[in-house]
């Protein structure tokens, strides 16, 4: 299984899926490696050649800062690695994400190739080639937009990953097909979730991470298109703020799910009830604790904010995504 990420007709990345054990090979064409790894899945990860150095990074959100970046940068520099290096990022959102942004200023730029190992990263967070870390308090400040060489997607990586963080890669998937109008994997993925297991997931998690490749390719900047894949996310980043706030824990995943089912609410209430009756189905928490009062101040007094308005992407059906700015008086 392979695609290409397509820009302005040159092939900017690939995403390829298959066994862990095909990783090997596929690292030949390369001749140094550079491993930089989540310690939770370096037992999955095989032997790879031309291996000159391995780091492990500290996974948290604390953790995801410039001080982490520069550690990277310090191992691969005593690793001696050349401009012809490649890093090889095997791990979830966070570990792909620092990885990523340390190759992307490493001797002004090395390649760099990531392995996802959480399903928010397989259908997310590795494609795309947004890199980067949180600085001061916010998040994702620091970064740059650089594409991997390529995304290899194994789901047998998911063996391991803890349920909550699957829930919360889960709405991510669903949130992918939601957009997309080439299929019906929606229905699929809804299904599949009700009973996943890494056999059954291998092709769906492909396909969302090929919609995703086909989005980044026509708007790798995020000018147009690319802002569907933020479905959701409006209340979904203001449902993480007050959660914050009040020292609750609630997953990106979790924030996203009931983000989703609120902006749907807005655009198409019946398409609403079905989606939360799926969701549901699928394993997925969609009632956002918070009243509507709570997150208003957070949607629009961000830095998004343009007029008084903010905009949302918005849900007419099942694939068929408008996005619109609202006043708050609108919600
Ligand atoms: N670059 C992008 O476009 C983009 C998009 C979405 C999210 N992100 C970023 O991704 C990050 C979240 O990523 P994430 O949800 O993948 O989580 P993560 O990297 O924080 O990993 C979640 C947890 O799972 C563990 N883990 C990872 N793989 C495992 C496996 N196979 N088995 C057992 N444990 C495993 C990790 O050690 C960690 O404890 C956030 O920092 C977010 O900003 C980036
Ligand atoms: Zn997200």
Not at 30 to 55: C, H, M, Q, R, T
Not at 96 to 107: Q, V
Not at 283 to 295: H, I, K, S
Request: with cysteine; hydrophobic share 45%; glycine share 8%.
């Amino acid at each position: 299984m392979q695609i290409d990420v397509v820009n302005g007709g040159k092939t900017v990345s690939k995403v390829i899926g298959g066994p862990v054990s095909g990783l090997p090979d596929l690292l030949l064409a390369y001749p140094e490696v550079f491993l930089i790894y989540d310690e939770a899945v370096s037992s999955a990860i095989p032997e790879l050649p031309s291996l000159k150095g391995s780091v492990a990074v500290d996974v948290s959100e604390e953790a995801k800062s410039m001080d982490t970046v520069l550690l990277l940068c310090r191992s691969m520099m005593e690793a001696g690695l050349s401009r012809e290096a490649i890093v090889l990022a095997v791990g979830g959102g966070i570990t792909t994400d620092m990885a990523g942004f340390a190759a992307s200023i490493f001797k002004r730029g090395i390649r760099y190739a990531t392995v996802p190992t959480t399903l928010l990263a397989m259908v997310d967070a590795a494609i795309g080639g947004k890199t980067g870390v949180n600085f001061d308090s916010y998040k994702n400040m620091l970064g740059a937009i650089r594409q991997p060489e390529f995304t290899y997607i194994s789901s047998e990586f998911l063996r391991t990953l803890p349920e909550r963080d699957f829930r919360s890669g889960a709405a991510e998937l669903l949130k992918t097909f939601l957009i997309d109008n080439t299929s019906s994997n929606y229905e699929k993925a809804v299904e599949v979730l009700t009973n996943p297991s890494p056999e059954t997931l291998q092709d769906l998690v492909f396909a969302a991470a090929a919609v995703k490749a086909s989005i980044v390719g026509r708007d790798p900047y995020e000018k147009g298109e690319r802002v569907k894949l933020n479905l959701g996310h409006t209340f979904a980043h203001a449902i993480e703020h007050e959660a914050r706030l009040r020292g609750d824990d609630i997953t990106h995943g979790e924030a996203v799910a009931m983000g989703i089912i609120l902006s749907a609410r807005l655009s198409n209430p019946a398409l609403a009830s079905r989606l939360e009756e799926d969701f549901r189905r699928a394993g997925l928490r969609t009632d956002c604790p918070y009243p509507l009062d709570a997150l208003r101040p957070a949607m629009f007094f961000d830095k998004k904010a343009e007029g008084g308005k903010v905009r949302f992407v918005l849900l007419r059906d099942i694939g068929d995504v408008v996005t619109e700015f609202l006043s708050p008086d609108e919600i």
